[in-house]
């Protein structure tokens, strides 16, 4: 038998992982945690699992893996994985796939249409039964800035230049794309809100990024534009805003719009104001999802070049977190 692995998802559906994988590496054994990420068999078979496919694994299930050898996050994100306290010291590797980055480019482009469109006023006037034109600007009146120019920011930028907007990106390292303004560190941020319409936030988090989009940040933004005001798209992580700052600047007026895909606690409670708000679009963490028959064949590929002696791809830095 070959090294085993372990698919340790939590709020996942865990089992639909191991049936694509399973096909993919059949001489070895595919365990499973549950539904809420906990392993129900005994240790022997643990000690044997050189590969986890995890997403917010528990710190319990990964000090029970003495053999681990790669830690496969099933999505682009780490910061599921680093939000543990003990890691072993073993190579984490990330999602880069083409399903992954189409998904997220159409969330973003969907976003940027629909408030460059003005979706929420004339689905206002639906419900009213208002008819009345009110003209959309053109693409290339808005700036659409993105924070995270990498493999998700980069693609959906690339379809936003070729629809004509005026975009803009701002990154922790200098970057050089066809038809995108750049920006970069701490000096060049300033500048670059000043001159964005529509916030879109794509960044890992970090401790850097974590609680970066807070009320100071959004005043920032551009108040002339062409949309009554900023927006803010966030498909990047919950973490990286500040969502009682977000309500603040949307009553105030100080941000027109927001479309959220990812919560400072999701599933997002009940209670909070942001369900209420009129100009907001909520969506459950779903801007893009790790499809498990488009993501299995990667993973099981990594595995046996791993085994042949390859490098991995897709590795995650360790020191920036990403
Ligand atoms: P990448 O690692 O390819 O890109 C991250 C980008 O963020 C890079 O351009 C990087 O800059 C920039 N960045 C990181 N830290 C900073 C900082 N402190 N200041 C400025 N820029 C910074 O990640 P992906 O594009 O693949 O994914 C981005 C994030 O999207 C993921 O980490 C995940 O959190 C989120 N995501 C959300 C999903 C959803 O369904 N909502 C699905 C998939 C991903 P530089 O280029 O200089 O390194
Ligand atoms: C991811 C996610 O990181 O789905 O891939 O959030």
Known sequence: MKPALLVATKGWDVESWARRIRPLLPDRPILCTDRAGIYHGAD?????????????PLQETLDRLPSLRVIFSLGAGVDHIFALTRLPDVPIVRIVD???????TEYVVWQVLHHQRLGPAYSAHQRERVWRDIDPPAAHQVSVGIMGLGVMGGSAARILVR????????????????GVESFHGAERFDAFLAGTDILVALLPLTPDTRGLIDLPLL?????DGPLGG??????????????????AALRDGTLAGASLDVFQTEPLPADSPLWDLGNVV??????????????????????????????LKN???PRRGY
């Open 219 to 223: 005043r920032k933004l551009r108040r």
């Open 230 to 247: 900023p927006i803010l798209i966030n498909a990047g992580r919950g973490g990286s805003h500040v969502e009682a700052d977000i309500v």
């Open 163 to 178: 629809l004509g907007f005026k975009v803009r990106s701002w990154t922790r390292s200098p970057k050089r794309m066809a």
């Open 98 to 104: 083409p399903d992954l980055t189409a998904r997220m």
């Open 282 to 311: 909520i969506t459950p963490h779903v801007a893009a999802v790790s499809d498990p028959v488009a993501l299995a064949g990667q993973i099981a590929g990594q595995i046996e070049a791993f085994e042949r002696g390859e490098k």
């Open 44 to 56: 022997a078979d643990l000690a044997e699992i050189h590969y986890i496919l995890a997403w917010k």
């Open 315 to 317: 590795r995650v830095d």
